[in-house]
């Protein structure tokens, strides 16, 4: 994992079968857009998230595609229906090929 990116997710330990559920998510990174200059006038390289997904079981639940103009440390929250126990898989994807990977499990009770 590149220095100081880290990914933080929230997702309820349990939920009733088919009940919609918040989740979400944070991960820090400096978001460079490419497009600023450093002092001595050079341009700072790009260097994003570029692409954001959550999966249940193997299935998607969402798959985001980020643009420059993204803040620093995107902040994602959303809904998923949660049919049964299981595990969601967030994955986000840096301009540098970094991959980062986090994983939370969900009750159903």
């Known amino acids: 994992m590149a220095k100081g990116v880290k990914p933080r997710v929230k997702v309820p330990k349990q939920a009733a079968a ?6 979400k998510t944070l991960i820090s990174h400096q978001m460079e857009s490419g497009q600023r200059k450093d002092g001595d006038g050079n341009v700072i390289p790009r260097s994003i998230i ?21 803040s620093t440390n995107p902040y994602f929250q959303f809904e998923a229906t949660v049919p049964e126990a299981g595990e969601f898989k967030f994955t986000w994807y840096d301009d540098d090929g970094s991959v980062y990977e986090e994983t939370k499990e969900i009750a159903v009770g």
Not at 18 to 23: L, Q, R, S, V, Y
Not at 50 to 70: K, Q, S, Y
């Open 50 to 70: 570029n692409r954001f997904t959550c999966d249940f079981n193997g299935e998607n639940v969402i798959d985001v595609t980020l643009e420059p103009a993204i």
């Open 18 to 23: 088919g009940e919609a559920i918040t989740i």
